[in-house]
């Protein structure tokens, strides 16, 4: 009985949480040719060109009506997505990823290592998280391939620790009515947060904290234009949508950003593993 009201309670939890993270969020440019078109909290972008788009992320199955509407509100075409990419297999930005599929036809590019989360549609690194819609993978990521649509240059960077294959993307774009047009570098980072993992004697993924480590220390060195992350609340979105509404275009330029977005996360990271160690696991 007990297991029985913890497993609703769960349940009702994990709903408030999705119509919470589902609220809607009107499309707009971030700078150049990349857009927003997800929800108010589950990043989804497009790259645009003519030769054809590339879209990050899928959120929720639930997320995926509002994706579509808002690439059409943009004014551009479903079918004329590419490329499907996924920064993380976790139910939070891989359950649209069918749906999307299917509507826009574009072949899936993912991570080998989260390759069978994303086709059986369970975390294969945790037993705690929301099955989701699992998605065949079209193409396998090679760390540091750059995926290529067109003049879209996208590049690839491998930074596991929130999953084995969690991704991140860089690409530069211009826009004419920041800095006169030069090359902004763009920063698409994959989840650095623990958000409950077990990181101490975790045997589905072992080396999960020498991962984190790793990931820290490859993104170290870079100083991106722009640093935009999966979840909105994780680089203050509102707020910068908010500041570009009333006329400043360049409100998501702020090249001292990720360091210190870095940093916290790394702080926080390095608590979480030191509070694990003292209690022998989560």
Known sequence: MIRTLALIALA??????????????????IAGNLYYVGTSE??????????????????????????RANIRQLGFRERDVKRLLIN??????????AGLKAATGAPLWASGADRRTLETGR???RDDLTPFAPVKVDHVLKDGEVVEVGATRIATLATPGHTAGCTSFTTTVRDPAIGRGRPLKVLLACSLSVADQRLVGNRRYPT????????FARLAPMRPDIFVNF??????LAAKRA??????????VDPSEWPRRLAATKGAFEKEYARQRA???V
């Open 42 to 67: 589950l990043a989804a972008y497009l790259l645009t060109e003519s030769k054809g788009h590339v879209l990050i992320d899928g959120a929720m199955s639930e997320s995926v009506p509002q994706i």
């Open 279 to 281: 209690k022998g696991g």
């Open 88 to 97: 993380h297999a976790h139910w939070d930005h891989a359950d649209g990823l």
């Open 12 to 29: 009702a939890l994990q709903s408030d949480q999705r119509a919470e993270w589902n609220r809607p969020q009107a499309p707009f440019r």
């Open 208 to 215: 999960a904290a020498a991962d984190f480590r790793r990931s």
């Open 231 to 236: 979840h909105a609340s994780a680089f203050d």
């Open 123 to 125: 975390a294969t690194d």
């Open 243 to 252: 500041r570009q509404v009333k006329g400043n275009t360049a409100a998501f």
